[in-house]
């Protein structure tokens, strides 16, 4: 049984269509690329699985395993999303002021407790956790005292986005173009934080520009996104090739 | 009639002040009158002046609060005594008014003999024209609340730092107002000099006894800036159902800074006045400000801040957090005289409505003559940032509990900018305590 | 419209400081209910304009000067403004019937304004209606307009040909009421022009109005009123001179435009009226109303105005956003220099759902000058969604001068987004000299700042008008900055 089941998907912006009939299927253990030139819906479909407000959909299913049985995300909160696994790393993290990253760090690891019908932490119990979860994956503890991406850098938020994924421990991560404008250090970082995340019993979806990091997080299939569908799909070597030959050899034969 | 109701029952209380009044020196009650009949000569001013554009007196008027008794302060009962107890920071100098009468039994006079404190009654014995002069021409002192306050008052202090005198111990002003129907508005006259290279904290607090008893404060609160002087003015207003007029006032001299920070956490109407004035070059004013209110509690702050000269610092944040049928108003001048080069002057105002029948006025105003500065001014009035929102949902967090969070992030945004750690730390608790109360009572903002 | 504009902007001094040697016929000094009627005598007014202007007259009466802007300038004396006073016709009646019936001076002086009125010199892609004084005094390519179903003419041809279009419209943007120059000019108006856009037509030419006083001792009291009917578009640009006269003069009009469901009118004005010398005197006062209704939904009206004339200005190009979808715009560079006063802004009262409004204010104040931005910006409990960004920006060349900026933002929901900005910028002579020292010569260094300040305001104006539009202010800035 997969894991996410992606079937004809429509969707909008501004009542603009954007996703236009695409189909996905993810398993557990598997890592899967969605590449594909700009403008093709890449971070449509990142937004449209998170709930973001701005995106209708229009057609078409997504589902997502709970407890073994399929449920369909679409009927879901953002948040009872986030809660049962779905979790998607903004290419653009907002910025928060006020409130600090410890607060929201904790208040969603409790979110997820509460809905696992564990114990909620005090302040005292999850300060050690987020140590431990900074230590893991290489990150300055004065993160936490900071405000919700307020100031940071670049880097500093996409990797603020990493801490928060350890903290929440998705079954299914969405990171959308976690790459761009990072330094090649930074995505050394970056990709080091996902693949010390990884598990068994749960997915990688990466959606990127550029193959660059997929030198990093290695994917099982990857996926060429164009005008709102899934034109080609493959094993790793796809990337490489379109690394070598652009976009333009796929998109050539793909008439519209 | 001796009450703020007409112009004719303000005359009337003041000629019953000036009959029961004993012993007064003559200087001292031409000082009154004069300013008192200045800021009344145009009558009660109504909606249809610009100053009062935004904010009706209809509802204080309607009130008709005893101007004047010369009844002596009632004794205290054990819950006020217990209350007061209650709201005193630890480790400070107490200063307590009940009903605008110092009570000396509340108050550490021993340790405010070391600030130089005297009586207002001391103070205005005082000949010096001068020095008197000072303080009755401070900015700000022309206004109608001013006026009234300092016609009417019947007791206030005094506090006169030494040269470089650095006070470590917060000094603690408490007014109560216990609703008591015998008792006249309750105004209060503060003046304090915090001269060349001296350091003082001040706390002031309004509050009251009961929520269903009307009643009235209306302070006045001078500051004099010596240079290099350093003193922190952070004002708490949690009265629900009083009503507050307040007029504040600061001059500042060459390299000094002061910090000041007006918390508004329930009134029925409140009209705070700040007006900072830059008299030498180098000083540094921070200016900030939070109301959070709910029900139909109306909170309006006019704030000028006059660079008559150059070289000096203003950075202004008010922010504003409003329920229900709630109303706020915003009015900040920032004037740079034309002398005033080099200056720099930051005004900011953000407000989030968390309710339909809400509403916000801001006037942010910016009046430059001088062409060397950096000065600018923002606005924003809307709710909870969507984006926001569902960033916080995306990670787990409910939309109930995500609005809260991010409600007090925006509250916190201004409060966590003091400098003063014990300021920081003593207005986050009121700010809790009256999330704590939104939260209890359900919220309108989910 | 660039050949105007280039011949008549961009000279160094006050080119359109000569008078017209022209018979005039003119009132005596003063105003009464007698001269109103006069007015409406002269004027031919059917009943409903008569009674309207009486109306206004009276309650006119009762109000008071106001007072609240940040100018100052000494007491008008109403009794010594001549209300009507325009050229002798050769026919008696409602304005010229052709262009070859105007008085070739008149004709001579709009050539000289660069405004060729004549058949053969007339500008091609833009159609203008002429007003001397009181009086329209000939309106180019009427024909190619009636084919496309465009009414433009003077309101004096618009009251007598089409005067159910006027009696539906007149008043119901800017009610005489309104304000106190507002009701003056309810009473004693005498020209102006009249646009109507019928029904999903685009206008297919630029439609512009010139504004000429000329006479002596007269106030000018011209009266626009343009409306954009279901789906239809429309342009319109303005332009003003006057001659330098010691004393002050005033021009106090109202302009109101209409826009019905998803109608866009663009309204751009370069004002240059005679501002006054260096001491500051002489010069126009101009207490202006112009306002307009978008009236239906996904409606939209866009104000433009590069002012760099009179000596006191008053003037607030507003948007009442009714419609649901509907959108505002106030786009303005405002100049003063030597003793100008300039109060100018805008107010946008959101009470259509989902409406937005965008405003964006540059000032530029020189010498002795004083610049105010004053804007309003009113959300109504209806406005569910209303948006509203807003950037003043001011710019001061010298110490001497004053820059203010008063907005008023008033919100009653929740749903609303209101966003206001100001900054304060200088152009000094030290960052004149660095350009120079890489370069760059002075005209060119003013230039370079004046665009990066102005941009966002240039690129709403037709691109012709702005590069003149630049070039004019290039030219009163150098006389400042040097």
Known sequence: MAMLAINDLHASVDGKEILKGLSLSVNEGEVHAIMGPNGSGKSTLSKVLAGHPDYEVTSGRVEFEVNLRMRNVLDMAPEERARNGIFLAYQYPVEIPGVPNSAFLRAAFNAVCKHQGAKEVSEEAFAPILKEKCKLL????????????????????????????????????????????????????????????????????????????????????????????????????LALEIEEKGYDWLLKDFVN | MTTFSTLQSIEKAWAERSTSVAGESRQSFERRERLLRSAIKDGIPTTRHEEWKYTSLRPLVDQSFRLWSSLPSPALDSAVDALVKSKLI?????????????????????????????????????????????????PGMNGLFAGINVGFVRDGALLELKKNQIVSRPLHILHVVTGHADAAASATRLLISVPEGARLRVFEDFISVSESSSGWSNGLTQFKLGPRADCGYYRVLSSPGKFHTATISAVLDRGSRFETFSLVAGSRLARINIDVKFTATDAECILNGLYLTRDQEHVDHHTVVDHQVGFCRTHQLYKGILADESRAVFNGKIYIRKDAQKTEAYQTTKNLLLSKNAEVDAKPQLEIDADDVKASHGAAIGSIDPLELFYLQSRCIGRAEAMAMLCRGFADDVVLRLQDKSAKSILSKHVSQWFKHEVSRGGSNT | ?????????????????????????????????????????????????????????????????????????????????RYYSAPKSKKEGSGPASLDDIDPELIETFNKLGIPLSEQKRLTG??????????????????????????????????????????????????????????????????????????????????????????????QFERTLIVAEEGAYVSYLEGCTAPMRDENQLHAAVVELVALDRAEIKYSTVQNWYAGDKEGKGGIYNFVTKRGICQGVKSKISWTQVETGSAVTWKYPSVILKGDYS????????????????????????????????????????????????????????????????????????????????????????????????????????????????????????????????????????????????????????????
């Open chain 3, 327 to 482: 959108s505002g715009e106030f786009y303005s560079v405002a100049l003063t220099n030597n003793r100008m006063q300039a109060d100018t802004g805008t107010k946008m009262i959101h009470i259509g759902k989902n409406t937005s409004s965008r405003i964006i204010s540059k000032g530029i104040s020189c010498d002795q000058s004083i610049n105010t931005y004053r804007g309003q910006v009113k959300i109504f409990p209806s406005a569910e969604n209303a948006r509203n960004f807003s950037q003043c920006d001011s710019m001061l060349v010298g110490d001497q001068c004053t820059a203010n900026t008063h907005p008023y933002l008033e919100v009653k929901n929740n749903s609303a987004l209101v966003e206001h900005e100001a900054t304060t910028s200088k152009i000094s002579a030290d960052q004149i000299f660095y350009m120079k020292s890489r370069g760059i010569d002075e005209e060119g260094a003013v230039s370079l700042l004046l665009h990066g300040f102005c941009k966002d305001v240039f690129k709403t104006l037709p691109l012709e008008f702005s590069i003149e539009a630049v070039k004019l202010l290039e030219m009163k800035l150098e006389g400042s900055v040097g």
């Open chain 2, 90 to 138: 630890p480790d400070a100098t107490y200063l307590v008014f009940i009903d605008g009468i110092l009570n000396a039994r509340l108050s550490s006079l021993e340790e405010l003999t070391s600030l130089g404190f005297r009586t207002l009654a001391e103070a205005e014995s005082t000949n010096d024209a001068s020095w008197w002069d000072f303080w009755q021409t401070s």
């Open chain 1, 138 to 237: 290489g990150m300055d503890e004065r993160f936490i005292d900071r405000e919700v991406n307020v100031a940071f850098s670049g880097g500093e938020k996409k990797r603020n986005e990493i801490l928060q994924m350890a903290i929440i421990q998705p079954r299914l991560a969405f990171l959308d173009e976690t790459d761009s404008g990072l330094d090649v250090d930074s995505l050394r970082i970056v990709s080091e934080g996902v693949n010390k995340l990884r598990r068994q019993d749960n997915a990688v979806v990466l959606v990127t520009h550029y193959q660059r990091i997929l030198n990093y997080i290695v994917p099982d299939y990857v996926h060429v996104l164009y005008q709102g569908r899934i034109i080609k799909s493959g094993k790793k070597d």
């Open chain 3, 126 to 219: 833009v159609a203008i209606d002429a007003v001397f004084d009181s009086v329209s005094v000939g309106t180019t390519h009427q024909e190619e307009l009636a084919e496309a179903g465009v009414i433009f003419c003077s309101l004096t041809e618009a009251i007598h040909n089409h005067p159910d279009l006027v009696e539906k419209y007149l008043g119901t943007v800017v009610p005489y009421k309104d304000n106190y120059y507002a009701a003056l000019n309810s009473a004693v108006f005498t020209d102006g022009s009249f646009v109507f856009i019928p029904k999903g037509v685009r206008c297919p030419l630029d439609l512009s109005t010139y504004f000429r006083i000329n006479a002596r001792e007269t106030g």
């Open chain 3, 1 to 81: 419209m660039a050949e105007i504009v280039k011949e008549s902007l961009t000279d160094r001094d006050y080119k359109y400081g000569f008078e017209t040697q022209i018979e005039t016929e003119f009132f005596p000094k003063g105003l009464s209910e007698d001269v109103v009627h006069m007015i409406a005598d002269k004027r031919n007014d059917p009943p409903f304009v008569r009674e309207f202007r009486i109306k206004a007259y009276r309650h006119w009466l009762t109000m008071k000067e106001p007072t609240w802007a940040d100018v100052s300038y000494a007491p008008i004396d109403f009794q010594e403004i």
